[in-house]
C-alpha cells in the first residue's frame, strides 16, 4: 500500500483516546507478565488488530489512525518492562518501602520520553539508510495493511483472553489444581528437581519468541538445575529447620534446599553471564552503533537545513524541541537524584552518566530490534552493565558504607531500562509507519502520550501487585511472590557492589559459560547456522526458576511443530502468513487475560488478607481426602487431582494454540516425504 503522496487524517480525538487506553490496558498487563515470567512481549500486533476492530465501528477510519494507535498503545506496553525491571529491586532491598506514584511516575515517564527523544536522531539512519530488517515493525506493517484481518483477529484475542483468565482463576482463585507443579527428592548426597508453572501466559510467550530461543532458556535453566544445584548440594551438609521452628532439627524437604541453594549460590552464575553478555552486546555492535549515529545527526542536520520540499513522510519532531524535551527531562531526574542522594557532588555525576548511557543503550536497543524485534531485544543485559558501572562510580562517590548507593545506582540503572525500552519500541513502530506511510513526527508526538500514559498508571499496578503477592527476594516473600527476576538480579549487583559480598566464585563461572556461549554463537555464525546461540538467552534462563523455563521450552515446540506441518504439507505461503498471525494473536490474548486476571485477583487477596483469608479457597488434594475420609477410606498419601488436573488442562490449551497456529489443511495432495 502507498500512502507517500497521501494525507491522510493520522492523530484524530478516537485514535488518541484509544491509544491511551490501550496504552494504559497492555502496560498493566506487561507489568504483571515481566514481574511473573522475567519476559516481556511486544504488544504492537495485538494493539494494531484491536484498534482495527474498534476504529471500524467509525464510519470513517483509516490505517494511519489505527497506526497511530498502536504507536501509543506498544509505548506503555514497553514502558512497563523499563519499569519492573528495576524499581521492584528498591522494595526487594529495603530502600521503598512501597511504590510511590510521584516518584516512580516521574523516573519512568521522563526516562520513558528520553527514550523517543534519544532515537529521533537514529531515524534515518537505522530505518531509511541501513538495512536492519525490524522483524516487528514489518509485521505490525502486514496486519495494519491486511486490514480485512481485523475482525477475526479480534475474536482470536478476546477468546484466548476469556479462555486464560478463566485459568487463572480456576488456580488462583478457587483452587481447582495448583499453579506449580513440582517435586524434588534426595538422590545419595545430592539432589535431583523437576518444576513446571501451569501457565497459558507462559506456553504462549515461548511460541511468540520461537523454538531456537526457548531452547536456550530451557538448557540455562537445566545447566543450573541439572548440574549446578546438584554440585553445590553434594558439597555440604544437608540444612534443617532451625531452633525455634516446629520441625526444629528435621531435614528440610529437598523443594526448599533446591530453592535455597538457587537463591542463594547458583542463581549468581546468571549473574555473571548476564554482566558478560550486556558487555558483549555493546562491544559486538560498536562499529554500527557509531557509524549509525553519525550518519543520523548527518541526515538530520540537511533535512532541518531549511529545505521546505521534505515529503511529509520524511519530516521528524524538530530538533529545537527534542533539545527542549530533553533537558526539561533531565532537569526533574537530576531534582530525583538530589532528593535521594541529598549531595550535588554526587547528583550531578549521576545526571552525567545518566545521560550519556541513556543515550548509548537507546541506540543500541534501537540497533538491536532492528535485528532481532523488540521482545528479544536484551534490555536486561545493558541495563546490568549500566547498574554495576553505576555503582562502581558511586563507591567511588560515595564510599562502600553509603546507605543510599546501592539504591541511587538502581535508580539511574532504572531511568535507562525506561529509556531503551521505548527507543526499541519507537523503531519498530517508526518502520511500520514508513512502510503504511506515516508521517513520523506524529508518531513521534504518539509515542510521547502513550508513554506518559503508561507513567501515569504504573505506580498503582506495582502498588497493586506487591500487596497481593509481594516479591521473591524480599524477607517474609510467600509461596505465591512474583518472581521479579530481573529486580531481584539488578538488587543483587547493586547491594555485592557496595557490600563486596557478591559470590564472587558464582559470578566468575557465569561470565566463563557466558564467554563459552559467545564463542559457541560466533562458530554457528561463521558456518551460517540457522540455529544461534545470543548470550543472554542463556543466561536468563539459568537465572530464571525451572518452573518458568519448561512452560516456555514447551511453548517453543508447538512453534516449531506448526512450522513442520506447514513443511510436510507445502501449505501455500499466503496460509502459512495468516495462520501464523492467527496463531500470534491467540497466544497474544492468552498472555492479556492471565496476566489482567492476575491483577484483577489481587484486590480481593489484598481485601480478604484483612480477614485472615487467603486464595485460593480450597486446596482440591486435601478437598478429596476430607470426603473419603468421611466414608471411611483412609489415604496414606495425597492425591495428585489439581496436578494431574491442571497438566491436562494446559495440554489442551497448548493443542488449541497448535490447532489455531497450524490452520486448516486444505491441500493434502502435496504431502511431501
Given at each position: 500500500m502507498d500512502l507517500q503522496g497521501k494525507s491522510l487524517p493520522e492523530i484524530t480525538i478516537k485514535a488518541v483516546i484509544l491509544g491511551i487506553v490501550l496504552s494504559i490496558v497492555l502496560a498493566g498487563a506487561n507489568a504483571y507478565l515481566g514481574l511473573f515470567a522475567g519476559m516481556t512481549v511486544s504488544a504492537s500486533i495485538p494493539a494494531a488488530v484491536v484498534s482495527m476492530g474498534v476504529l471500524r465501528l467509525f464510519r470513517k477510519s483509516n490505517i494511519l489512525e489505527n497506526n497511530i494507535v498502536q504507536t501509543a498503545a506498544s509505548a506503555g506496553e514497553s514502558l512497563a518492562a523499563g519499569v519492573i525491571f528495576t524499581l521492584p529491586a528498591l522494595v526487594i532491598m529495603g530502600f521503598w518501602k512501597d511504590f510511590n506514584f510521584f516518584w516512580v511516575t516521574i523516573i519512568a515517564g521522563f526516562g520513558g520520553l528520553l527514550g523517543v527523544l534519544f532515537t529521533i536522531p537514529l531515524r534515518r539512519a537505522l530505518i531509511v539508510e541501513s538495512k536492519l530488517q525490524f522483524p516487528e515493525g514489518i509485521a505490525t506493517a502486514e496486519v495494519l495493511e491486511?486490514?480485512?484481518?481485523?475482525?477475526?483477529?479480534?475474536?482470536?484475542?478476546?477468546?484466548?483472553?476469556?479462555?486464560?483468565?478463566?485459568?487463572?482463576?480456576?488456580?488462583?482463585?478457587?483452587?481447582?489444581?495448583?499453579?506449580?507443579?513440582?517435586?524434588?527428592?534426595?538422590?545419595?548426597?545430592?539432589?535431583?528437581?523437576?518444576?513446571?508453572?501451569?501457565?497459558?501466559?507462559?506456553?504462549?510467550?515461548?511460541?511468540?519468541?520461537?523454538?531456537?530461543?526457548?531452547?536456550?532458556?530451557?538448557?540455562?535453566?537445566?545447566?543450573?538445575?541439572?548440574?549446578?544445584?546438584?554440585i553445590c548440594a553434594s558439597m555440604s551438609d544437608w540444612p534443617t529447620h532451625p531452633a525455634g521452628h516446629e520441625l526444629a532439627g528435621q531435614a528440610i524437604s529437598a523443594t526448599e534446599y533446591a530453592f535455597r541453594l538457587w537463591s542463594t549460590q547458583t542463581r549468581y552464575l546468571g549473574v555473571g553471564g548476564m554482566l558478560l553478555g550486556g558487555l558483549w552486546t555493546i562491544f559486538a555492535m560498536r562499529r554500527s552503533l557509531v557509524s549509525g549515529i553519525a550518519s543520523g545527526l548527518r541526515a538530520y542536520k540537511r533535512v532541518n537545513g531549511g529545505d521546505?520540499?521534505?515529503?511529509?513522510?520524511?519530516?521528524?519532531?524538530?530538533?529545537?524541541?527534542?533539545?527542549?524535551?530533553?533537558?526539561?527531562?533531565?532537569?526533574?531526574?537530576?531534582?530525583?537524584?538530589?532528593?535521594?542522594?541529598?549531595?550535588?557532588?554526587?547528583?550531578?555525576?549521576?545526571?552525567?552518566?545518566?545521560?550519556?548511557?541513556?543515550?548509548?543503550?537507546?541506540?543500541?536497543?534501537?540497533?538491536?530490534?532492528?535485528?532481532?524485534?523488540?521482545?528479544?531485544?536484551?534490555?536486561?543485559?545493558?541495563?546490568?552493565?549500566?547498574?554495576?558501572?553505576?555503582?562502581?562510580?558511586?563507591?567511588?562517590?560515595?564510599?562502600?558504607?553509603?546507605?543510599?548507593?546501592?539504591?541511587?545506582?538502581?535508580?539511574?540503572?532504572?531511568?535507562?531500562?525506561?529509556?531503551?525500552?521505548?527507543?526499541?519500541?519507537?523503531m519498530q513502530d517508526l518502520k511500520a509507519g514508513q512502510i503504511v506511510g506515516a508521517t513520523p513526527w506524529r508518531q513521534q508526538v504518539m509515542q510521547i502520550v502513550g508513554t506518559i500514559s503508561g507513567a501515569l498508571v504504573i505506580a498503582p499496578v506495582l502498588m497493586l501487585l506487591y500487596k497481593a503477592y509481594g516479591f521473591r527476594g524480599q524477607p517474609g516473600a510467600g509461596p505465591d511472590a512474583l518472581s521479579a527476576v530481573q529486580a531481584n538480579l539488578m538488587a543483587s549487583v547493586a547491594r555485592g557492589v557496595f557490600k563486596g559480598d557478591l559470590p564472587w566464585t558464582y559470578v566468575f563461572i557465569g561470565m566463563g559459560i557466558a564467554a563459552a556461549v559467545i564463542v559457541l554463537d560466533q562458530y554457528l555464525k561463521s558456518i551460517g547456522s540457522t540455529f544461534r546461540t545470543p548470550v543472554l538467552a542463556v543466561t536468563i534462563g539459568i537465572y530464571l526458576p525451572l518452573e518458568l523455563a519448561v512452560p516456555i521450552f514447551a511453548g517453543g515446540l508447538i512453534h516449531y511443530a506448526t512450522k513442520r506441518f506447514h513443511t510436510r504439507w507445502n501449505t501455500p505461503a499466503d496460509q502459512v502468513e495468516a495462520s501464523g498471525r492467527n496463531g500470534l494473536l491467540f497466544a497474544s490474548g492468552l498472555i492479556t487475560g492471565e496476566a489482567l486476571m492476575g491483577i484483577l485477583l489481587a484486590i480481593p487477596i489484598i481485601l480478604l488478607k484483612q480477614f485472615d483469608i487467603d486464595l485460593p479457597f480450597l486446596n482440591i488434594n486435601n478437598l478429596i481426602v476430607k470426603l473419603l475420609a468421611l466414608v471411611k477410606i483412609e489415604l496414606s498419601f495425597t492425591p495428585p487431582v489439581g496436578q494431574i488436573g491442571g497438566t491436562i488442562l494446559l495440554l489442551f490449551v497448548a493443542y488449541w494454540l497448535y490447532r489455531i497456529a497450524r490452520g486448516n489443511r486444505r491441500n493434502p495432495s502435496n504431502k511431501t516425504a
Open positions: 491486511t486490514g480485512q484481518q481485523g475482525g477475526s483477529g479480534i475474536i482470536y484475542i478476546a477468546t484466548a483472553a476469556v479462555a486464560s483468565a478463566l485459568f487463572k482463576v480456576g488456580a488462583k482463585g478457587i483452587g481447582l489444581w495448583p499453579e506449580i507443579v513440582e517435586g524434588a527428592r534426595g538422590v545419595k548426597s545430592s539432589i535431583a528437581y523437576f518444576g513446571s508453572n501451569l501457565s497459558p501466559a507462559l506456553l504462549s510467550v515461548g511460541y511468540i519468541v520461537g523454538l531456537n530461543i526457548a531452547i536456550l532458556i530451557f538448557l540455562g535453566g537445566a545447566l543450573n538445575w541439572y548440574v549446578a544445584i546438584p521546505r520540499t521534505i515529503k511529509r513522510t520524511e519530516k521528524d519532531m524538530p530538533m529545537k524541541w527534542i533539545l527542549v524535551l530533553i533537558v526539561a527531562s533531565v532537569v526533574p531526574l537530576f531534582l530525583v537524584y538530589q532528593f535521594f542522594v541529598k549531595d550535588v557532588t554526587v547528583s550531578l555525576p549521576m545526571a552525567v552518566v545518566m545521560l550519556v548511557a541513556g543515550f548509548i543503550f537507546s541506540a543500541v536497543a534501537g540497533y538491536m530490534a532492528g535485528l532481532v524485534g523488540s521482545s528479544n531485544n536484551p534490555i536486561s543485559g545493558v541495563t546490568i552493565a549500566t547498574v554495576t558501572v553505576s555503582a562502581l562510580l558511586l563507591v567511588i562517590l560515595m564510599g562502600r558504607d553509603s546507605v543510599n548507593g546501592p539504591a541511587a545506582a538502581i535508580i539511574i540503572g532504572s531511568v535507562v531500562c525506561c529509556a531503551a525500552a521505548i527507543a526499541g519500541d519507537n
